[in-house]
């Protein structure tokens, strides 16, 4: 009786482990997913490729073969089970902001759920493996440290669960069975191999695990040659889909040149941003450590001790890929996810296994969870601090932005250059039909159209001041589109370059004067104003170093339902003794609930004058709105913003 119920304990006492750790998992990865990490241009072209799948029914966009399809084939599917994005409804008349994070949300508890699965995979690979105090550690080290990563819509990301079932099938032959299960034996031989199989379908890389899934299956099965033989033939069969299925459309030689480019891009000339050039694993490595720091150093210091203990099973995992990464040149940072479960578990041995040598079994057992329960604080306080913040409303912002102006213009011919991030919805969610381009211009290729529109983001910086050919070309395309172009600042640090339109000299536009004698405009919190002619003075008095906000506002409704607002045209200037203050105007519905409809950060312009031109919701026809400028300061002086033309620009031409 007695071992019976300490097999009871164990079981029971792992699965407490197990559920601490999934419960901590569905916290980190499906809490406020929108909000943190930054959208990438990745997720954006994931996204994309998998919206190309529902709409085209075909996994191939355009010529160039760059990644095999199972990344967007498993996207598009799940997305097309959810009724993606149908179900949604999303508008690009009524409230496009709230369309553009729910058409973003989506993936990104895919992705999260995807996470989580991981999270659980990691735990039961390193529970067969080794134990379950190895286990509880790899699983809250992978939960806690890999969130960056693990959120963002990466096809390492939605690689790496198929990489671990096949890692899990595995290590999962060597639990012990009776003969009567050999047929089982060979079906989790096969469903191993398929697993690794999708996982090279999904990215060429995965090939590296190869060696260590061979090994396991080698070793879990009596060192039986045939079962390897068995486990390859999906592992090489499934990947040949993606060159056979260019052989059948008759492109088997753009295949061929899309793979060179890959193995090849960093001595490519399309590799036009200059610290792309810089990108080595070395690099990648950096990179990581800046973001988890104490995983690096201990996962590989955990390397170092399972070189010693001769420990093939994180060797195996580590080394190849590390070589293949090595020789390819071009590494991103996350080109490495894959390698992240082996450094949590890597991490996981170092930890027990330095703790074994403390003579004292009182001090020895728990000082592995004090390790980890300290390192899993520490990270769940900057992980909470990081899931508070609205890293991603400037994107959504200026997406919407983008959205909603290419819907008001969707008869005029438009070429759109920006990254995947603001073209996705307009072209495969409204199927707004114009030309999109990335910020990687080929050298010969031009905007087709005479109206160009740009988001200026930080990718499309880097392109832009680049010193190659590709640099140039773009230079010149900026040049010539935004000379008399209207520039709209969007929010934060990215703007929108409108294509031409001069509202000035427009015989199709009209104004509205929010400032005149029939506007009459109001204070409070400490604000002081002053209106006379076409100017409108504001000032903020503050004596303490405590934050406040002051505000103007006016409380207005614009009656003309055939006609739509297009701008809001600002002259302004402000000026503060602290140049942390920060200037901003609003419009709000004038309702009881006080819901904010439009918002932007007015640029800071040390008293000169400055113009800015906003393009405004469509909603705002014959609406009570509440106009606001906002004051933002911490800092003890006056603070002043001179308005000297603030005009609602009205389009009559649609």
Not at 78 to 102: E, H, R
Not at 221 to 250: F, Q
Not at 502 to 527: E, F, G, M, Y
Not at 589 to 604: A, G, M, P, T, V
Request: glycine fraction near 6%; proline fraction near 5%; aromatic fraction near 12%.
């Amino acid at each position: 009786m007695k071992p019976r119920r300490r097999w009871a304990d164990v079981i029971q006492r792992s699965s407490f482990l197990l559920a601490i750790t999934l419960i901590l998992s569905v916290f980190i990865y499906l809490w406020n997913p929108l909000e943190f990490p930054h959208l990438r241009y990745d997720e954006g072209t994931y996204i994309g490729r998998a919206m190309h799948v529902l709409v085209t029914k075909s996994p191939q966009e355009g010529t160039f073969y760059d990644h095999p399809y199972l990344g967007q084939l498993f996207l598009a599917g799940i997305l097309f089970i959810t009724g993606y994005p149908d179900s949604l409804q999303p508008s690009a008349d009524g409230n496009v902001v709230q369309s553009v994070k729910m058409l973003w949300l989506v993936p990104r508890v895919l992705i999260g759920i995807i996470a989580v699965l991981d999270t659980f995979l990691v735990y039961k690979i390193s529970e067969r493996r080794y134990n379950s105090k190895v286990a509880f550690i790899a699983g809250i080290l992978f939960a806690v440290m890999s969130m960056s990563f693990l959120r963002t819509i990466f096809l390492e990301s939605l690689q790496l669960p198929l990489l671990l079932l096949s890692i899990f099938l595995a290590v999962y032959l060597g639990v012990p069975r009776n003969k009567d299960y050999k047929g089982m034996t060979m079906s989790i031989t096969l469903l191993s191999g398929v697993f690794m199989g999708l996982a090279i379908f999904t990215k060429i890389p995965a090939f590296t695990m190869i060696p260590l899934v061979g090994f396991l299956v080698f070793t879990n099965s009596n060192k039986n040659i045939k079962m390897i033989g068995l486990w390859l033939i999906p592992v090489i069969l499934i990947p040949l889909i993606w060159p056979g299925y260019s052989l059948i459309r008759g492109e088997f030689g753009d295949w061929w040149v899309g793979v060179f480019w890959q193995t090849h891009r960093q001595m490519d000339w399309l590799n036009f941003i200059e610290i792309n050039r810089q990108l080595s694993l070395t690099t990648a490595i950096v990179s990581i450590f800046d973001q988890m720091p104490v995983l690096v150093v201990l996962g590989l210091a955990g390397l170092v001790f399972a070189t010693i203990r001769k420990d093939f099973f994180l060797l195996l995992w580590i080394g190849p890929f590390f070589v293949f990464l090595y020789f390819i040149g071009f590494v991103r940072d996350f080109h490495l996810i894959p390698l992240v479960p082996a450094l949590c578990i890597s991490s996981s041995r170092l930890i027990e296994g330095l703790s074994n040598i403390i003579p004292y079994a009182k001090i020895r057992k728990p000082v592995p969870f004090i390790i980890v329960s300290v390192i899993a604080i520490i990270g769940l306080t900057n992980i909470i601090t990081l899931l508070t913040v609205n890293n991603n409303d400037e994107i959504v912002a200026n997406s919407a932005l983008v959205a909603r102006y290419l819907q008001d213009n969707k008869n005029d011919n438009i070429s759109m250059i920006s990254n995947h991030v603001y073209s996705w919805i307009p072209k495969y969610v409204f199927y707004l039909d114009n030309e999109y381009l990335i910020p990687e211009v080929y050298v010969g290729q031009k905007p087709k159209n005479e109206k160009v529109l740009m988001v200026v983001d930080q990718p499309f910086r880097n392109i832009l001041y680049g010193s190659d050919a590709v640099g140039e070309h773009l230079r010149k395309i900026y040049d010539k589109y935004s000379m008399n172009g209207t520039i709209v600042d969007g929010i934060g640090a990215d703007k929108v370059v409108l294509p031409k339109y001069s509202p000035s000299v427009s015989d199709d536009a009209h104004t509205v004067n929010l400032i005149d004698s029939q506007h009459v405009w109001k204070t409070k919190r400490k604000t002081i104003i002053s209106q006379t002619g076409a100017d409108l003075d504001i000032l903020v008095k503050t004596d303490k170093g405590k934050k406040i906000t002051g505000i103007a506002f006016l409380e207005t409704q614009i009656k003309n339902l055939e006609e739509r607002p297009l701008l809001l045209s600002l002259d302004y200037a402000s000026k503060s003794p602290d140049s942390n203050t920060k200037y901003f105007i609003e419009i709000r519905y004038n309702k009881s609930q006080d819901i904010r409809i439009f918002k932007h950060e007015l640029k800071d312009t040390s008293g000169g004058l400055t113009h800015g031109l906003f393009l405004l919701p469509n909603d705002l026809v014959d609406t009570p709105v509440k106009f606001r400028f906002d004051t933002v300061t911490s800092s003890s002086g006056n603070h002043t913003l001179n308005v000297k033309t603030a005009n609602i620009i009205f389009d009559l031409s649609q």
